[in-house]
């Protein structure tokens, strides 16, 4: 069994992916506008990859979002 985020913290990282994958506003990953759903293909990608190391919903945040 795998680590993964934990219980205080899934709940706000969950309630972000689901605000970034219903949101109209338009994200930009290298120099490419992206609308929600196409952002949220990315970001859960990195979110599975790195779910062991995320211990809180700010370094989930720092991880998709560093220059933020």
């Not at 990282?13 to 609308?35: A, K, M, P, Y």
């Amino acid at each position: 069994m795998s680590a993964d985020v934990p219980p205080e913290a899934r709940h706000e990282v969950d309630h972000l992916i689901s605000f970034v994958g219903n949101t109209s506003c338009q994200i930009e990953r290298n120099w490419t506008s992206h609308n929600g759903p196409e952002a949220i293909s990315h970001i859960q990608q990195k979110y599975d990859y790195f779910r062991e190391d995320i211990k809180t919903t700010e370094q989930f945040i720092e991880l998709k979002f560093p220059n933020y």
